[in-house]
């Protein structure tokens, strides 16, 4: 017996020490932090390079993000899946918080949507007078077979504010029963690809359309309306009310440096695309609180 007392205890004592070494490691790993987010500020990069700037400040947090549209961020932080929001679909974000579920709202930047669709513009884009005559331009060379458009599909922020711009100019296409109107279904990358494909129109974000475009995978979509009062387009951060404990100390650290630090987000892009992919909110503040409050209510 005595042989397979030894073993036994060697055995305990092995296990012993991996579990000490386990807990080491673990508690070296740090604290982990769950963002959901836009598919837009994830896919620039930004987040990223957000992420590694805050690591610099505090290395025992390890961001994680899930790149959803907004309204699978959204619900992904009421089932507890996430500590953070980014998001940019205000009459979403509205019916969160007043449910309990958002807090600490902050507008952290902003940029406009874009009309883009291919470069000999069969719809008169080019020519529209505001982003409700362009909405309408495409639904008329829709109906008369000379157009397409592709639609998110996906309640994202970019396809509730597609779906806003069609109800102002007073139209309700549909897929399946309007041919010309198509619906991807997925993030805003595959749904300019697949615009690129096809030849035609989308409502996209300016990041994502100026980092595909400048990647060389979309040659031929060019932006044809931009910066009208009716595309502005603004993200918020926020926390989730259920997030406790080290996460959510965590979370709050990150949201106040981004809140600080909108610096960076007006810096990034510029190396490379020659102009912010997004502009920050800091100086503008009322302009986007009554866009934010105007989107709320409309969208």
Avoid at 43 to 52: C, H, K, S, V
Avoid at 100 to 125: C, K, M, Q, R, T
Avoid at 145 to 162: I, M, P
Wanted: net charge negative; hydrophobic share 40%.
């Amino acid at each position: 017996m005595r042989p397979l007392s030894l073993v036994l205890i060697a055995v305990l004592v092995a296990a012993a020490f991996t579990a000490g070494y386990f807990l080491v490691i673990n508690t070296h790993e740090g604290v982990r932090l769950r963002v959901a987010t836009t598919t837009s500020l994830y896919a620039t990069g930004l987040l990223d390079y957000l992420a590694d700037e805050f690591h610099k400040l505090h290395p025992d947090v390890r961001v994680e993000y899930i790149a959803v549209g907004s309204g699978e961020a959204l619900r992904k932080a009421a089932q507890g899946d996430a500590c953070m929001v980014f998001v940019h679909a205000p009459s979403l974000e509205k019916k969160y918080i007043e449910r309990g579920i958002l807090e600490n709202h902050h507008i952290i930047a902003y940029n406009y949507f874009v009309i883009v669709g291919p470069s000999n513009d069969p719809a008169g884009v080019r020519e529209a007078s505001d982003a409700i005559d362009a909405f309408r331009r495409i639904y008329k060379a829709g109906i008369e077979g000379k157009a397409v458009f592709v639609s998110r599909g996906d309640n994202s922020g970019t396809h509730v504010r597609e779906r806003m711009l069609w109800r102002m100019a007073g139209l309700d296409p549909q897929p399946g029963r309007d041919k010309w109107y198509i619906e991807s279904g997925t993030g805003m990358a595959r749904t300019l690809i697949i615009a690129e494909e096809l030849g035609a129109y989308t409502l996209s974000d300016t990041g994502t359309f100026l980092k595909l475009k400048l990647d060389g995978k979309l040659p031929h979509l060019e932006i044809l309306y931009s910066n009208s009062t009716e595309l502005i387009n603004v993200y918020s951060v926020y926390l989730v009310s259920t997030c406790t404990g080290a996460e959510r100390k965590a979370a709050l650290e990150f949201l106040k440096f981004v809140v600080e630090h909108q610096e960076l987000i007006g810096r990034y892009g510029l190396d490379k695309y020659g102009k912010p992919l997004f502009y920050p909110a800091r100086g503008h503040e009322d302009m986007l609180e009554k866009a934010w409050q105007m989107l709320a209510e409309g969208g």
